[in-house]
Each structure stands twice: as C-alpha cells, then as structure tokens.
C-alpha cells in the first residue's frame, strides 16, 4: 500500500470521527489525539476563539500546555496569537533560535521540554475558529512532509469545529424558542393576555432588567412569578 494511499485511508477515519464527535468538546480532542499520530509529535492541543474573540484552551494531550497559553493569552503575545494574526500556519524550528517573542516564553518552553513547534489556525470562510499546536522535544523535529499533514489535520478539524458550533448554537436556539413559547403560555393563561401582548410583557422585563429573553422566561417557569412592578404594567 502506497503512502498516499494510507495517508487518504486515515484521514478518511478521521473524518468519519469527526462527524461522529458529540459536541465541540468531542470534536477537538478527536483532532488532538489524532495529531499524535499523524505527525508523530510528543504534544499536540486545540485552543478554541470563543465567540468574544478570546482564545480558551479546549483539548490538551499534557496539562503542562496549560500553563504556556495561559502566559500567551493573559500577555497578549505569543506564537499561538501571532498565528491567529497572521492567519496562517507558523514553524519554530528551534524555541532557542527564536527572537521574536520574550526570553520567559522560550525558557517555558524549554522547561516543558519542547524545542519545536508548529501553530495552525483552523480558519473558517478565512475567520479563525480554533488553533492546533503541534510540539516536539527536538530542534527541528518537523518536516516539510509534516507541516502538509497538520495543515489537513486542520482542514478537517476547522470544518469539523464550525459544524459542531453550529449544532450547538441551533440546539440553544431551539431550546430558546421552547422557554419563550413556554412562558408565554403562563402569562396568556394567568393574565388573560394575547400572545402579541405576553410578549411585550417578557420583553419589557427583559429590557428592563438587562436580562436576556431565554433567562427571563426560565426565571418565569422557575418561580412561575413576575416581579410586582411588571404586573402592574400589564
């Protein structure tokens, strides 16, 4: 069997494992466990843009990675952010050779026992959703072969994370329509409202305290109560 041919058939499993992960969570540390072995490095992790823009560490095969981004995030600089700037794949040969970040990155680096590493941001519609980081315990321990195979582990990975986020944010919505739907019936039942008007109520509330709609109407099922100051306003 050629190399071609094998590297096709793993990232066909790859795929199907993605499509089989249960929520992003899943799904990012499908991607990580499958870097271990696609580009044989001795660490690899996922760390995740929340919808404020904001990296969160998601999937780490070693929880001494932590510490790293948590320095680079809090710091605002790092390799990790210079590849969500730039948008594309970022190669350190050797953390010792490197000038463009601070002597404390790199003696972290080191004290972990890393000595290479290589940043890909998984881009969406060319918007980075994530990045998957690659690291080895030697001076350059990746290849030109090695930097093709994460860039289509993060191919994968982006297209995999996107679908999920969406799932999600669907599910949320879904969940959402069925509170409001909810909560509205109490209030049309209660109060002898229509449905135009029990909507005005729960968004006036919803204004008024600078509360989201979904939280209002939980609070609603909850207590099966408004504040005193909203009823008179019916």
């Not at 952010?81 to 463009?100: C, G, H, K």
């Amino acid at each position: 069997m050629s190399m071609e041919h094998s590297s096709a058939e793993a990232f066909g499993r790859l795929a199907a494992e993605l499509q089989d992960a249960d929520g992003v969570e899943q799904t990012v540390e499908a991607v990580v466990q499958y870097a271990l072995q696609a580009v044989w490095c001795e660490y690899a992790s996922v760390v995740l843009i929340t919808k404020r823009r904001r990296p969160q560490i998601m999937a780490l095969t070693d929880p001494k990675l932590a510490e790293l981004y948590r320095s680079q995030i809090d710091a605002g600089t790092g390799p990790m952010i210079t590849a969500l700037e730039q948008r594309s794949a970022l190669l350190i040969p050797d953390v010792l050779a490197e000038a463009r970040w601070s002597a404390q990155w790199s003696e972290q680096m080191v004290a972990a026992g890393i000595r290479s590493a290589m940043h890909l941001p998984m881009l969406v519609a060319g918007r980075p959703e994530a990045v998957l980081s690659l690291y080895s315990d030697k001076p350059d321990g990746f290849t030109d072969d090695d930097l093709a195979v994460a860039h289509i582990l993060a191919q994968h990975g982006s297209a995999a994370v996107a679908a999920a986020r969406n799932q999600v944010s669907l599910t949320e919505a879904v969940d959402a329509r069925k509170l409001v739907g909810q909560a509205l019936g109490i209030l049309m039942e209660r109060y002898r409202l229509d449905e135009v008007r029990a909507f005005e109520v729960l968004r006036r509330y919803s204004q008024d305290n600078n509360r989201k709609l979904r939280d209002v109407a939980q609070e609603l099922l909850d207590t099966r109560e408004l504040p005193t100051s909203s009823q008179r306003r019916m």
